[in-house]
């Protein structure tokens, strides 16, 4: 790179100048927009390691130093003193709500938590064994049939459509859950906040009343807005790319409901549990597990650990670990597999093999434990990561959608396959 804040590129004895692109916390990015057009080179980068696909405004996230902020907000700080309604409007709207915008908007996500009830009989055909992941992406693709009204011009009256989004995705998630135990619906209750309203909608009964505990509503709040947004990871990336043809908002999220649902990215907390789970069962030998993890010839990865950005410890993963041991206690839950994992994360992170690679626990690495604490079932726990990151991907949508240099997502290849031949016919081969 020269001073002039161009990078040099030499192909074939022939020099071009990239222009650098310069984020607001120092981040360098080269524009290669021209390249292909300047020089007939395009780029291979596998798993995009060194891609950018966007500019965006939402977002920062430093993996060197651990930091994450939305819209200019630390992470610690959000999780410390904000309820995840009040995170959800500062990603899709940029700033944090006025007391006026709140109550708005929670008005909003009260008129709007019921759905349809003709969409309640799509659980019914679900077999009951069906991953509520499978089913969130269903429901979430079939509300453009049921609300086409929330189609037309998503992006004038955001509030309204992301109220709606947050509010029926919760409602979704708990009655999907009602209905894999056969128990009856039970219905959003206007008085009840967010997070309270969701745990009241899976654990209350009318036989059993629930009594909604605050350490649990504190605990749920905090998660959910730890998985708020999380810039361009692979359900995000998946959301805007599905976006960028011109699809709608309940098309795309559903798109990324189904790449979040991966054990690579959120399908990691319900990994790791049952990672924890097998290690417990195998007498609490974790060290079998670390050393899987390090054999190349085993495909076998420790759930929860390493991330494609930290390259030291996710600072999410920090505060959960604390609301882990805090939620723990205040409920009285002894739960063997938090020593599991206080153990295996000393050891991983000791030993070379993981201290090399830069591997950190990441976010999911403790979350299980706390939702196992609040009742949630393990098949539940990449649900529970779609309605935390929901805001995210609907601020990121609509930002997408607003850009006016927005372009549909297409990337390019190197093919490798036969070169030109001639055709064989059937008779001659
Ligand atoms: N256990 C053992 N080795 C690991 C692990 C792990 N969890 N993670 C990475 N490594 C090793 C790789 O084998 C590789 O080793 P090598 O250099 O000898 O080939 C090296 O560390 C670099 O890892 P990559 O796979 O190249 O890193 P990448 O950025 O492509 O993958 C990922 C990141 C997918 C998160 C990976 O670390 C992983 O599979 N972790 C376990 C699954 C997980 O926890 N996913 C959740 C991530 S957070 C989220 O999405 C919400």
Same mark, same amino acid.
Request: hydrophobic letters at 25%.
């Given at each position: 790179m020269n001073s002039s804040d161009n990078a040099l590129l030499t192909i074939e004895g022939k020099t071009y100048s990239l222009p650098i692109v310069h984020g607001t916390? &120092?981040?360098?990015a080269i524009d290669i927009s021209k390249l292909l057009q300047e020089t007939g080179c395009t780029t291979l980068d596998l798993g995009y390691k060194n891609t950018a696909s966007c500019t965006s405004r939402i977002t920062f996230l430093n993996?060197?130093? &651990?930091i994450l902020s939305y819209r200019g907000y630390g992470i610690e700080e959000l999780a410390e003193k904000c309820l995840f309604i009040e995170v959800a409007y500062l990603l899709v709207h940029g700033h944090l709500p006025t007391a006026t915008?709140?109550?708005?908007f929670r008005n909003l996500l009260n008129r709007f938590s019921l759905i349809h009830e003709d969409m309640i009989h799509f659980f019914d055909h679900f077999p009951p064994s069906a991953p509520p992941m499978a089913i969130l992406s269903v429901m979430v693709n079939s509300l453009c049939s049921y609300y086409p009204e929330m189609?037309?011009?998503l992006t004038t009256d955001?509030?309204?459509?992301?109220?709606?989004?947050i509010s029926k995705i919760r409602t979704i998630a708990a009655f999907s859950y009602k209905k894999s135990l056969g128990k009856p619906l039970i219905y959003p209750r206007p008085e009840l906040p967010y997070c309270a309203n969701f745990l009241n909608m899976m654990f209350d009964n009318p036989v059993e009343p629930y009594t909604v505990r605050p350490e649990a509503v504190a605990a749920l709040n905090k998660l959910l807005i730890l998985h708020a947004d999380h810039e361009q990871n692979c359900s995000t990336a998946t959301v805007r790319l599905v976006g960028s043809a011109g699809v709608n908002l309940y098309a795309s999220i559903a798109a990324g409901i189904n790449a979040l649902w991966g054990p690579l990215h959120g399908g990691a907390n319900e990994a790791v549990i049952a990672m924890l789970e097998a290690i417990h069962q195998d007498g609490g030998n974790f060290q079998k597990y670390i050393d899987k993890a390090k054999d190349k010839s085993d495909a076998f990865k420790l759930s929860g650990f390493g991330?494609?950005?930290y390259k030291t410890f996710d600072p999410r993963g920090k505060i959960i670990k604390n609301a882990c041991d805090e939620l723990l206690a205040v409920l009285n839950v002894h739960d063997p597999l938090l020593e599991i994992a206080l153990r295996l994360e000393e050891v991983a992170l000791k030993d070379a093999y993981f201290i090399e690679r830069n591997l950190f626990p990441n976010v999911d690495f403790y979350s299980g434990i706390i939702y196992r604490a609040l009742g949630i079932p393990t098949n539940m726990f990449t649900v529970m990561f779609a309605l935390g990151r929901l805001p995210g991907w609907i601020?990121?949508?609509?930002?997408?959608q607003e850009d006016p240099r927005s372009k549909i997502g297409r990337p390019r290849q190197v093919y490798m396959g036969e070169p030109a031949r001639p055709f064989v016919p059937m008779s001659e081969r």
């Open positions: 916390e &120092g981040e360098r993996g060197n130093k &651990g915008e709140y109550d708005h189609n037309d011009d955001i509030d309204l459509t992301a109220a709606r989004l991330h494609r950005v601020a990121q949508w609509k930002e997408q």
